[in-house]
């Protein structure tokens, strides 16, 4: 592993730095992702672009709205906030079942989003509670719908030197509810074999409103199970449309066999993560 | 690739000025400049433990940590916990729990522990364990472990 | 044996010498041991499975940055070695047989310059048939791993064919009469995976030449004088001109018994004329260390009504690799785990060892135990529902007692098995075995050796009045020392702390068989406690003379010796002997006594007769998640019989480390190789127990003591990782009515199997 580190002030610094070098850098926030791919060189960077001393893209802010939550901010950050929890019980859950804490005290929900990896568990619970990517590039600001950010295994829509610089949530309308699993061969320090991530809101007669089924490692990037997600809105939803919605999800993904299970063994799990999931949400609506 | 970059620390109480280059992770840092050698070298992809440190009171994983992002940070290693002559409740409990057995996890899992503990100073077992879960023991199974880091949190709560 | 009840020192919980150092970070182990001027060694090693080597240049890997010596087959002379048979290769000379095998080693001014270095090294292999599947490598028309393996030298115990390495056979009675009058007869086959010992540090080594024919190797290997004998024999020196020290290790478990870096470090400092450190990346442990070798074992067994073992046929066999490694010992000793703690008045058992193109394997901890133990066990289990028994019933109907004869014809002594079985099933609450839906308890029971081997001690007395006890064992952390220490300390009415342990020197310390089956603290004790009573007896001498009065007169007490109101301290004694008597030591050496069996039941056996037999039952309560299949494991229990307990905290600990060790072999370890490359060479897909994945282990110390065990004691190290996969399989069909037979038992399996 070698490497030139280019320490970025700000988010502008980190551009200008970026257009300065030639094709083959990254951006470095925590890099407990990024280290472990240089070191066992499956990635090659001659140069990285810290962007960890960035000031504006730290910490967690809420207001009326929601929550911004700046691109630095970690799984523990995550884990630590109060309202955050409370809000999207979901994305709590993600964030402590990343590695240990070593882990959770350094990783950063940029990093989790950028890095792309199917099986990222921060990311596949924000991509269930509608995220939005707040990015800037050369050609400026912009926000980008998390449903839109993913292609592929580490391939997203930012533009080359585009980097994400908040992540925000709107405030759940009044009966939101979501929840997150994971299965993995070891209850901690697990890359998921197959996460789940559901939030349902809820109207009046307890009608789901609106529903979203998102999936980890059952397909080349985070999915939405939107077939599934169809059947529960508008819908009471009970016993039976729960197994068919779990059904259905399952039908929408395309998981593959690799050494941490295989393509049926994920497909018949997700399954049952998105049943569980689903009478998670319900049984505290 | 030798451009060098200005790396101010403090370490255990003592203050550092290094130069090291921009792939040096906080682990070669604190082993080859500094030779303190009781976080240790293992899998060096973040999935042991054995080289947790503490970084402004925050248990990482210095082998995969960029050493030039640390710059201004306070870090503690196993060598700074105890105050003088007076181990820290946590190696007192250790030891006298037989919690200590090859010996080469438990600087990494000492710090692990006096990391959680700051943020949850009362665990129950089962917080333990998942406090502790980032890293790994072959010896000892844990359960000395775990009853080593709960006498630990007693003694330190009640001081 | 009929020790006095209470004890000064032993039986005590104290704390272990060498603890301080290992919690305040200031303990040195191989991989912080440097020294000046030392270089950085590579390994480049080979991507095909069987090939031959056209060609390799290494003239441009000489020419990168930093580098300062480059060593392949061809440019250093070097012997081949191997324990049983001499199959292995430094660096590969005409061909490879294993993905990972070593071609070449760079020594460069740091680890990343001679890792860049490796890539520059350019070598042409031509493809040959390689074989992969034991039963596949068995037939004749299969390729030969070695086709000379004639000409290879061999222990003369082994039996080899082709690609068949070793073939052990016990034979009881007449297993075909047997089957004949059973009411019953099982046949089921059983496979394990390979799993890697899982020590924290890594193997390392730094070798420095002293002289043209002299060397000192620092490193963490569990053997001193088998690593000097096998460094001697590869270099071509005498084994008195290699030291090989110690400083400290990060854990063994058996994956540190045979050469790790030593050999790398050794040829690579003689090429570049400086001290050299090779370390083992974490991907070299997970593709290239040695494993637990993965096994195939067919059981037909026999039982009456009542469920009573009429004949039982069995063979265990075992995949080597590409060299034999371990693979004879533990095909052989397996014959013995295939029999089981049982009467079995007709059997035929065999244990082979076979060569594939897979990566060679070695010995972790209980290296036969765990692999037939959970074929044996889970059948009992699948034997005690088919018959309708309770499967505790049916193992104590079954069980070897006091006095009974074993397979291999040995007279069973201080037999504590059914005091565990009772003691362990009363723990884990057995009335209830299936307390709700998806929940089930198991149990499994087995029965290991004391290995023998000799061990020596040397003791010192202090000027100030302590002693010194200088041994050839590494202290891996189980510790054997503190115990050992605490036998000397007792005999010589000392504190624990008195004693100052010198080790893990093989200039210094005299020779030992090693830290190595179950055996560290048992024959080290041995020794140092018939030295002590030696080193005392000379003390007596001169305390009397001092005194003026009778050796018989004198009185032991609190480090001197008392005649009336006059006493003569142990610091005196010392000071008098170092000033004018030339000090004060003392030796002894021990072995463990033979003990005899029926040599006509048993063919190239490795361990015909188990020395100090010790047995254990390991219980598990466990729930399955019906939609997931992931197993939890809510209590788990160990009683072992550890004929005395010498210090019960570090007794403890083996149990509990062993019995999660043995957790993660059945749950969830596994190197997953497919056409000899391995598919998870890394630590986030080698999977071994975090603390969330198991309880608190719960240990019950059962107390059959030993004839030969100092205080009684049995070893106990290896035991507690052989029952726990049979525990969980039983307990996964207990719970959910699953049967796996193929470990590790995954959630995948559970739930598609």
Same mark, same amino acid.
């Given at each position: ?91 709590? /859950? ?40 707040? /990015? ?150 | ?15 550092? #000025? ?131 880091? #709960?006498?630990?949190? #007693? ?5 | ?111 990343? !310059? ?39 030298? !061999? ?29 019953? $007869? ?19 080594? $730094? ?7 002299? !060397? ?135 244990? &082979?060892? $076979?060569?594939?193109? =897979? ?23 699948? &034997? ?23 397979? =291999? ?272 060479? =890394? ?48 307990? $996964? ?21």
């Amino acid at each position: 592993m070698d490497f030139r580190l280019h320490s970025a002030k700000s988010a502008d610094h980190a551009l200008e730095i970026a257009a300065s070098l030639k094709d083959g850098w990254r951006y470095v926030a925590g890099g407990t992702d990024l280290v472990i791919q240089l070191r066992r060189g499956v990635r090659k960077s001659d140069d990285l672009i810290d962007l960890s001393s960035i000031a504006s893209m730290q910490g967690i802010k809420e207001d009326g709205n929601g929550f911004e939550l700046g691109a630095l901010c970690t799984h523990k950050d995550i884990e630590l906030h109060e309202g955050l929890s409370a809000a999207y019980p979901a994305l709590r /859950a993600a964030a402590r079942v990343v590695g240990g804490h070593q882990i959770r005290n350094v990783g950063t929900v940029g990093g989790n989003l950028a890095n792309a990896s199917p099986a990222a568990d921060v990311a596949v619970a924000l991509l269930a509670l509608d995220a939005l990517i707040g /990015a800037k590039g050369s050609n400026g600001s912009r926000e980008i719908k998390i449903d839109d950010l993913f292609v592929s295994s580490s391939k997203t829509t930012l533009a080359p030197g585009e980097l994400i610089e908040h992540v925000r949530l709107a405030t759940p309308v009044v009966k939101t509810h979501s929840a997150f699993l994971k299965v993995g061969r070891r209850k901690a320090m697990e890359i998921s074999v197959v996460s789940a991530a559901i939030c349902l809101a809820f109207g009046a007669n307890d009608i789901c409103e609106k529903a979203r089924i998102a999936l980890g490692a059952v397909g080349p990037r985070p999915l939405r199970a939107k077939a599934a997600e169809r059947l529960l809105e508008g819908a009471e939803i009970d016993a039976g449309l729960i197994a068919r919605a779990a059904a259905q999800a399952r039908a929408e993904c395309s998981p593959r066999s690799d050494p941490r299970a295989s393509a049926a063994y994920r497909s018949k799990v997700v399954e049952g993560l998105v049943m569980r999931g689903i009478s998670q949400c319900v049984g505290v609506s | 690739m030798t451009t060098m970059h200005e790396l101010n620390l403090t370490v255990n109480g003592e203050e550092w #000025q290094l130069a090291v280059k921009g792939a040096e992770t906080l682990l070669e840092v604190l082993r080859k400049h500094l030779t303190l050698t009781g976080a240790k070298s293992n899998c060096l992809e973040g999935e042991c433990g054995v080289c947790a440190v503490l970084v402004n009171g925050r248990v990482v994983n210095s082998c995969i940590l960029i050493a030039a992002q640390c710059n201004g940070a306070q870090i503690t290693t196993v060598e700074g916990l105890a105050s003088g002559e007076t181990m820290h409740a946590l190696q007192t409990a250790f030891l006298n729990r037989g919690a200590v057995q090859c010996g080469y996890c438990i600087p990494g899992m000492i710090m692990t522990a006096a990391g959680y503990l700051k943020e949850n100073p009362a665990p129950t077992e089962e917080e333990i364990r998942e406090g502790l879960c980032g890293t790994l023991c072959r010896c000892t199974g844990y359960t000395k472990i775990v009853e080593a880091v #709960q006498e630990a949190a #007693q003694t330190m709560g009640a001081k | 044996m009929s020790a006095p009840k209470e004890f000064e020192v032993v039986g005590k919980r104290l704390n272990r010498l060498d603890g301080e150092g290992k919690v305040t970070g200031a303990a040195v182990y191989a991989s912080d041991f440097t020294l000046p001027g030392m270089l950085h060694g590579k390994i480049l090693r080979s991507p095909h499975a069987h090939a031959r080597i056209v060609r390799i240049d290494t003239s441009a890997a000489r020419k990168m940055p930093g580098v300062r010596a480059v060593v392949t087959g061809a440019s250093q002379k070097l012997n081949r070695f191997g324990n049983f048979i001499k199959d292995f290769e430094v660096f590969a000379n005409e061909r490879v047989y294993h993905v990972g095998q070593p071609v070449a080693g760079i020594a460069a001014d740091s680890e990343y !310059a001679a890792e860049q270095a490796l890539r520059a090294i350019e070598v042409e292999y031509a493809e040959l048939p390689a074989v992969f599947d034991v039963m596949e490598a068995l037939d004749k028309a299969a390729p030969l791993v070695h086709p000379d393996w004639q000409s290879l030298k !061999a222990a003369p115990i082994i039996v080899r064919e082709g690609n068949r390495c070793s073939r052990t056979v016990i034979k009881v009675g007449d297993v075909e009469e047997g089957f004949r009058n059973s009411y019953r $007869v099982y046949e089921h086959v059983f496979r394990t995976s390979p799993v890697h010992a899982g020590y924290t540090e890594p193997r390392v080594a $730094v070798a420095q030449w002293t002289a043209s024919d002299q !060397a000192t190797v620092w490193c963490n290997t569990q053997l001193l004088f088998d690593t000097q004998s096998t460094l001697a024999e590869i270099f071509g020196i005498p084994p008195s001109h290699i030291r090989v020290i110690v400083p400290g290790i990060g854990g063994g478990f058996g994956g540190k018994l045979r050469l790790g870096m030593e050999h790398y470090a050794m040829a690579l400092a003689r090429a570049a004329k400086r001290p050299v450190r090779v370390m083992s990346s974490s991907e070299e442990e997970l593709t290239a260390a040695l494993f637990r070798q993965p096994a195939t074992i067919e059981l037909k067994t026999g039982v009456d009504r009542d469920g009573r073992i009429l004949a039982k046929e069995g063979r265990i066999v075992v995949d080597a690799g590409a060299c034999s490694g371990s693979g004879p010992l533990v095909a052989s000793t397996g014959t013995m785990i295939l029999a089981g703690p049982y009467r079995l008045p007709n059997a035929n058992l065999e244990g &082979i060892s $076979v060569y594939t193109n =897979n990566h060679p394997n070695g010995s972790i901890r209980a290296p036969s135990g765990p692999m037939p133990n959970f074929a044996t066990e889970s059948q009992m289990d699948m &034997i005690a529902e088919d018959l309708g028994l309770d499967p505790l019933e049916l193992r104590l109907r079954n069980i070897l007692r006091e006095g009974d004869i074993a397979v =291999n014809g040995q007279k069973m002594t201080a037999v504590g098995l059914e005091e565990c079985l009772d003691k362990a099933a009363t723990a884990i609450g057995w009335d209830l075995r299936k307390p709700g839906p998806n929940r089930g308890k198991g149990l499994a029971c087995g029965w290991w050796m004391t290995s023998r081997g000799s061990s020596g001690s040397y003791l010192k007395l202090m000027q100030d009045g302590t002693l010194t006890m200088m041994v050839g064992v590494v202290e891996m952390g189980t510790g054997a020392l503190t115990g050992a220490a605490q036998v000397v300390a007792e005999e010589m009415g000392m504190k624990l702390t008195d004693i100052n342990v010198v080790s893990a020197d093989s200039l210094t310390t005299p020779y030992d068989f090693g830290s190595q089956g179950s055996r560290t603290m048992f024959a080290v004790a041995n020794a140092s406690r018939e030295a002590a009573r030696d080193l005392l007896e000379k003390m007596r001498t001169r305390a009397a003379k001092a005194l003026g009065t009778d050796e018989q007169a004198l009185v032991m007490r609190d480090k001197a010796f008392w005649s009336d109101e006059k006493k003569i301290t142990f610091a005196e004694i010392a000071a008098q002997a170092n000033t004018a008597g030339g000090g004060l030591i003392a030796e002894a050496t021990y072995i463990a006594p033979a003990v005899e069996h029926d040599a006509s039941r048993v063919q190239n056996h490795f361990s015909p007769a188990w020395p100090s037999p010790s047995f254990h039952v390991h219980a598990t309560d466990l729930s399955v998640d019906e939609v997931l299949g992931e197993v939890t494991i809510n209590r788990y229990v160990v009683a072992q019989d550890v004929g005395y307990a010498i210090n019960p905290t570090y007794l403890e600990g083996q149990l509990e480390g062993g019995a999660v060790q043995g957790v993660g072999q059945a749950l969830s370890e596994e190197i997953i190789i497919a056409n000899g490359h391995v598919k998870n060479g =890394n630590l986030t897909d080698y999977k071994m127990p975090t603390a969330m994945d198991v309880p608190k282990i719960e240990v019950i110390l059962v107390t059959h003591p030993s004839v030969a065990g100092p205080y009684g004691a049995k070893g106990v190290g290896e035991p507690p990782t052989i029952q726990p996969p049979a525990a969980v399989a039983n307990a $996964v069909a207990a719970a959910c009515g699953k049967r796996i037979m193929h470990l590790p038992i995954t959630a995948e399996k559970i739930l598609l199997g």
